[in-house]
């Protein structure tokens, strides 16, 4: 082996083991972060040497992490007692995963009456960033071999229930997204802006919203709100099969039960209370 040969095989080596040691000092820095979440949990609040002491680790190093989790908004300070507590983000963050347990648990029993009733596939949708994520799924004695869509994300403007959830966004969110590009599933995926708002106003105005063929060729949808006890949008429940089934003559009955079983869900979560 040259000699160069060998300063470039060191340097490999010295490079490796200072990937691996910045990999494991950022691991670990996140492992100290989740300890000092899970001390403020248990304790209330603390402050700066009470948490370097549980973590065994210097004081500048327990500050390093208060201050990357207090400019995130996991963690807030006290000014008047110098301590620190458990900030809104983390209420936020516990908040959605609380509303897709909840709306799993309640809805199955609303899923399933619906699905028996009208024999075809029903789920229940949040919004997860820029798509809707089926979360719970019935079926109907209808749609037995029709697709599984449990956990799939699929577009909002191509959806029933991805309009639903666009519709009932803050107006600066869902300007957003409609600013992009909105790809082309079928000849029927609405794509032009101008023709999407309309759509979501008539969601809004008519308390449901359709798509047929405009996902897939051959498939059909309506879905209707899901709301919280405060009146938020929180979900969409949807009804899809095939076209021939979920024809014009079939939607507005459809439609209807589809809201009614909204309805139903939204009150299980404390609307109307």
Same mark, same amino acid.
């Given at each position: 082996?040259?000699?160069?040969?060998?300063?470039?095989?060191?340097?490999?080596?010295?490079?490796?083991?200072?990937?691996?040691?910045?990999?494991?000092?950022?691991?670990?820095?996140?492992?100290? =972060?989740?300890? +000092?979440?899970?001390?403020?949990?248990?304790? *209330?609040?603390?402050?700066?040497? /009470?948490? @370097?002491? %549980? &973590?065994?680790?210097?004081?500048?190093?327990?500050?390093?992490?208060?201050?990357?989790?207090?400019?995130?908004?996991?963690?807030?300070?006290?000014?008047?007692?110098?301590?620190?507590?458990?900030?809104?983000?983390?209420?936020?963050?516990?908040? =959605?995963?609380? +509303?897709?347990?909840?709306?799993?648990?309640? *809805?199955?029993?609303?899923?399933? /009456?619906? @699905?028996? %009733? &009208?024999?075809?596939?029903?789920?229940?949708?949040?919004?997860?960033?820029?798509?809707?994520?089926?979360?719970?799924?019935?079926?109907?004695?209808?749609?037995?071999?029709?697709?599984?869509?449990?956990?799939?994300?699929?577009?909002?403007?191509?959806?029933?229930?991805?309009?639903?959830?666009?519709?009932?966004?803050?107006?600066?969110?869902?300007?957003?997204?409609?600013?992009?590009?909105?790809?082309?599933?079928?000849?029927?995926?609405?794509?032009?802006?101008?023709?999407?708002?309309?759509?979501?106003?008539?969601?809004?105005?008519?308390?449901?919203?359709?798509?047929?063929?405009?996902?897939?060729?051959?498939?059909?949808?309506?879905?209707?709100?899901?709301?919280?006890?405060?009146?938020?949008?929180?979900?969409?429940?949807?009804?899809?099969?095939?076209?021939?089934?979920?024809?014009?003559?079939?939607?507005?009955?459809?439609?209807?039960?589809?809201?009614?079983?909204?309805?139903?869900?939204?009150?299980?979560?404390?609307?109307?209370?």
């Amino acid at each position: 082996m040259t000699r160069t040969q060998k300063q470039a095989e060191q340097t490999g080596d010295s490079s490796e083991k200072q990937h691996g040691r910045g990999a494991g000092s950022a691991v670990q820095s996140v492992d100290r =972060a989740v300890s +000092v979440l899970e001390i403020l949990a248990r304790v *209330g609040e603390a402050g700066v040497t /009470e948490i @370097a002491e %549980e &973590l065994d680790v210097h004081k500048s190093t327990a500050f390093r992490l208060l201050g990357v989790l207090e400019n995130r908004g996991l963690v807030a300070q006290a000014k008047d007692r110098g301590k620190y507590y458990l900030g809104a983000a983390v209420l936020r963050l516990a908040g =959605a995963a609380a +509303v897709r347990l909840d709306i799993s648990q309640e *809805g199955v029993p609303v899923c399933r /009456e619906l @699905a028996d %009733e &009208l024999g075809e596939t029903v789920n229940v949708a949040v919004l997860d960033d820029d798509a809707a994520v089926n979360i719970m799924q019935a079926r109907g004695t209808a749609s037995v071999t029709a697709q599984n869509w449990l956990g799939r994300r699929t577009p909002l403007h191509a959806t029933s229930s991805g309009k639903v959830l666009l519709a009932h966004m803050p107006p600066t969110l869902r300007e957003g997204l409609l600013a992009r590009a909105l790809p082309r599933f079928t000849e029927r995926t609405i794509t032009g802006t101008s023709v999407l708002r309309a759509e979501l106003e008539a969601v809004v105005e008519q308390g449901y919203g359709v798509t047929i063929e405009e996902l897939e060729l051959g498939l059909a949808a309506v879905a209707a709100p899901i709301r919280a006890h405060d009146g938020k949008v929180i979900g969409a429940i949807s009804v899809s099969g095939p076209v021939y089934r979920l024809n014009s003559d079939r939607l507005p009955e459809l439609a209807k039960r589809t809201v009614a079983a909204g309805a139903e869900l939204s009150r299980r979560m404390g609307y109307g209370f």
